[in-house]
């Protein structure tokens, strides 16, 4: 059974900053790329920042020059650091994943995504 497990949101100043976790467990054979969205009351879900397995990192516009995606490979985590918040940047913040995995004696593989973490900016 894999799981993604995000940690790190909460309520914070603006022009402050604030670090996702996202932990990843069960039987992985491999993490390919990784996300965080994030979806505001009202909007649709959009990415935020994306890391491939090789560490090509993609960010949204809004985000550049603030935000910093990373993961530690040996510790099947992904990270977001968000720096200089912004108001606008208040949101649930969900991770994803596309997660090859054992199943038995087979490797699949699926696309998940976390249960996400609240992030608040005050202005």
């Known amino acids: 059974q894999v799981q993604l497990v995000e940690s790190g949101g909460g309520l914070v100043q603006a022009g402050g900053s604030l670090r996702l976790s996202c932990a990843i467990s069960g039987s992985i054979r491999s993490l390919n790329v990784m996300g965080w969205y994030r979806q505001a009351p009202g909007n649709q879900r959009q990415l935020v920042a994306s890391?491939?397995?090789?560490?090509?990192?993609n960010y949204a516009d809004s985000v550049k020059g603030r935000f910093t995606v990373s993961r530690d490979i040996a510790k099947n985590t992904a990270y977001l650091q968000m720096n200089s918040v912004k108001p606008e940047d208040t949101a649930v913040y969900y991770c994803?994943?596309?997660?090859?995995?054992?199943?038995?004696?087979?490797?699949?593989?699926?696309?998940?995504w976390g249960q996400g973490t609240q992030v608040t900016v005050s202005s």
């Open positions: 994803n994943a596309d997660i090859t995995y054992y199943t038995g004696s087979y490797l699949k593989s699926r696309n998940y």
């Open positions: 890391i491939t397995s090789g560490g090509s990192t």
